[in-house]
């Protein structure tokens, strides 16, 4: 638990480090400037402070570890969800094409009794769909000559 605790800790500092970096709004005011050292002596007095949390919250660091357990474990799950959705990839690619199975089927056999309905085959078929067009070039929508 001490470990989670610690990447805890450690994660926020470095957030807080990434936001204060980031570029902001050019309206600081005098009073918001501080050096280097002062900001250095303050994270170092927020460091201690945040050692001593879970001595005086001990069921919020509980809790807190829990939840880094649990994020733990989907990120796990995950990762492992990836990795063989990835293997699985590699391994259709890898496989002879005559040996690999056909997916599905592209014709279906035709529905008997009742349940048929009163469609027939030709009802069924796709209606033919000529190309579609290509938009105008730039060119011809400015008025401009090709070059």
Not at 29 to 53: E, M, N, P
Not at 55 to 60: K, M
Not at 100 to 110: G, K, L, N
């Amino acid at each position: 638990m001490g470990r989670v605790m610690f990447f805890l800790l450690r994660m926020a500092f470095w957030l807080t480090v990434v936001c204060v970096l980031l570029p902001g709004g050019s309206n600081t005011s005098a009073d918001a400037q501080i050096d280097a050292t002062q900001a250095a002596s303050l994270a170092a007095a927020a460091v201690s402070d945040a050692r001593g949390f879970c001595d005086r919250q001990p069921d919020a660091c509980q809790v807190g570890g829990k939840v880094a357990v649990a994020i733990g474990h989907k990120a796990e799950a995950g990762a492992r969800t990836l990795y063989e959705f990835i293997s699985a990839k590699m391994n259709e690619k890898s496989a002879p094409a005559e040996k690999s199975a056909p997916r599905f089927t592209t014709v279906q056999p035709p529905i008997q009794g009742p349940a048929a309905g009163t469609l027939t085959q030709s009802d069924m078929a796709p209606a033919w769909q000529g190309p579609v067009p290509l938009p105008p070039r730039r060119e011809a929508r400015a008025g401009r000559p090709a070059a």
